[in-house]
């Protein structure tokens, strides 16, 4: 199982961007998938959730209304529309599967909202 996250980078309060996550090595379209973050000091919390067709998506509060979540499941591509973008938003996200009970990570992208 690979999970590989681009997109990341600087960007100024209240910009957008999008990242994404390419899967490989399971069957993509069998599994639902999440996006996570972690800014330093602080434990790693869940942004968003989409279920493995993709008609079912859950958010935290702190991003609901500014965050979206989507897949391809011909690409096996997991993605994150982030905008309207605040500092507190700046962390490292990482993508994840949850296959047969194991928890599987990518490396991470980092975003940092600054002016």
């Known amino acids: 199982v690979q999970l590989v996250e681009s997109g990341g980078g600087l960007v100024q309060p209240g910009g957008s961007l999008r990242l994404s996550c390419l899967a490989s090595g399971f069957t993509f379209r069998y599994y639902g998938m999440s996006w996570y973050r972690q800014s330093p000091g602080k434990e790693r919390e869940l942004v968003a959730s989409i279920s493995r067709l993709g008609d079912t998506s859950n958010y935290a509060d702190s991003v609901k209304g500014r965050f979206t979540i989507s897949r391809d499941n011909t690409k096996n591509t997991v993605y994150l529309q982030m905008n309207s973008l605040k500092p507190e938003d700046t962390a490292v996200y990482y993508c994840?599967?949850?296959?047969?009970?194991?928890?599987?990570w990518g490396q991470g992208t980092q975003v940092t909202v600054s002016s």
């Open positions: 994840r599967a949850v296959i047969t009970l194991d928890l599987y």
